[in-house]
């Protein structure tokens, strides 16, 4: 899927990888993508929850060798 921003949150533990994820979809236009990569296995559920709170979409989430990718849709 194509995406309009990444983000590289690896190596970063809660909470920064969803401050980070706040941060950038802030500078994205409504209806944007956002695609972000993490090796915090917390933040699976952080991406959730923020979504759920948020009201954007949280379109992907994928796992490959320990590393987590997900595609957020800023509303």
């Known amino acids: 899927m194509n995406f ?4 590289d949150a690896r190596g970063l ?4 990888p969803i401050l980070r994820t706040k941060k950038s979809l802030g500078e994205l236009q409504s209806g944007q993508i ?3 990569s993490s090796t915090d296995p917390g ?4 991406m959730q929850a923020f979504a ?6 949280l379109l992907s989430t ?3 060798g320990g590393e ?7 509303h």
């Open 4 to 7: 309009d921003k990444e983000l």
């Open 13 to 16: 533990n809660c909470p920064l």
């Open 34 to 36: 956002l695609k972000v």
């Open 43 to 46: 933040s699976v559920k952080d």
């Open 52 to 57: 759920k709170q948020t009201g954007n979409e």
């Open 62 to 64: 994928a796992e490959s």
């Open 68 to 74: 987590f990718i997900f595609l957020m849709r800023k």
